[in-house]
């Protein structure tokens, strides 16, 4: 029997269990993904679903997988960054199957996770990577045995800022994609918006407040309509992820450019920076969708990659950390 290792991602909206071997096949992946009614996410809400459900989908993760709990070899859990209560589920269930059956459990920065599934999935070794999702926006590649950020936002993430633009023009959440296709069907009339890029950093929280200023004008669905500042919207948030990365690129000089995390999802963005890719001679990849949002077989390959380089963490390492940066681990799989 081949040795598998289940994964557990809990640091936000997504409480998801992948169950994969350590080859990186992956058996199951089931998510129980948060989704408010109104308003953005509130951690007592989300902690409260996880709470409820946690045990569910760990039951269908090993019904896909066709296997039993005794079958699995390693535990592996989102350690950070994230929201405290809500990692405190997936550490808590993950430390208490460690104990229960006796086997090894190792703490996984979600971060990381992202880009390692990136490179099993996408056959690529060393990308120079944007990670844009509701909670995140970084750039980043491995260079002096870790993963550093090379730019990041200082305020907003790209796809918090683009989901409470949408949901305060009425559009429910996530807004991602719906302003996506209405950006697609306007008639593509530029609304100058303001573009903040700081040394290799991003700033949304102007561009967000100049969206919302537009909304609520009297010129509003007189001389431009949604679907035009949805279209600005997206050309200037991504124009300023385009910039920072290619910035990040012509100095690393990687040869790799792997995009991830929800927002990837996004044609105008995969463009843009395919463009930029191709322009320094590298190869361009988009994580497959299922696995570009967070979930747990990211999380469980990145626990394996961890554990057969190190071993597994002791109970007491395993506690929560909702603040750590990706650039203050090592990275020792890939020294
Ligand atoms: P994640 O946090 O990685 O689970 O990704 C969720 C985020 O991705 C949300 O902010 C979504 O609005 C965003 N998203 C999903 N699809 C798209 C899209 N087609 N365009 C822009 N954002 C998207
Ligand atoms: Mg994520």
């Not at 350590?22 to 809400?45: C, E, R, T, W």
């Not at 535990?75 to 589920?89: D, Y």
């Not at 102007?206 to 919302?212: D, E, Q, S």
């Not at 961890?306 to 929560?320: F, L, M, N, W």
Request: with cysteine; charged share 20%; net charge negative.
């Amino acid at each position: 029997m081949k040795k598998l290792c289940l994964g557990i991602e809990s640091t936000a909206h997504t409480f998801s269990v992948g169950i994969l071997d350590f080859n990186g096949n992956v058996y199951s992946l089931i998510n129980d993904i948060f989704v408010p009614d109104k308003g953005g996410l509130h951690p007592a809400l989300v902690r409260e679903q996880h709470l409820n459900n946690f045990m569910k989908i760990i039951n269908r993760a090993l019904l896909e997988a066709n296997i039993s709990i005794k079958d699995i070899n390693l535990m592996a859990f989102s350690q950070s960054p994230g929201l405290g209560s809500v990692l405190k589920i997936g550490a808590m269930v993950a430390r208490m199957l460690s104990q229960l059956l006796n086997i090894p459990i190792v703490g996984v920065n979600h971060c990381v996770a992202h880009i390692e599934i990136g490179r099993l999935l996408c056959h690529i070794e060393d990308p120079l990577v944007l990670y844009v999702s509701g909670g995140n926006t970084i750039v980043s590649a491995y260079e002096s045995s870790r993963y550093q950020i090379f730019g990041e936002t200082l305020d907003l993430a790209i796809g918090n800022m683009i989901d409470s633009f949408a949901r305060d023009a009425g559009l429910q959440h996530p807004g991602g994609p719906k302003i996506e296709k209405m950006a697609l069907e306007s008639n593509k009339d530029y609304l100058p918006l303001p573009y903040v890029v700081k040394g290799m950093n991003l700033s949304f929280s102007g561009l967000y407040t100049a969206a919302k200023y537009l909304l609520q004008s009297e010129e509003y669905d007189k001389k431009y309509n949604l679907g035009d500042i949805a279209y600005s919207l997206q050309e200037t948030a991504f124009g300023m992820l385009t910039e920072v990365t290619e910035r990040a690129l012509a100095h690393t000089e990687k040869k790799e450019v792997l995009l991830t995390g929800g927002v990837a999802a996004n044609k105008r963005l995969q463009s843009m920076i395919e463009y930029i890719s191709k322009e320094h001679d590298a190869r361009f990849e988009v994580v497959p969708l299922r696995y570009a949002g967070d979930n747990g077989a990211m999380i469980g390959w990145t626990g394996i990659l961890r554990y057969q380089a190190e071993g597994g963490h002791e109970i007491s390492e395993t506690i929560i950390k909702p603040k750590e940066r990706m650039d203050q681990i090592t990275i020792p799989w890939r020294s």
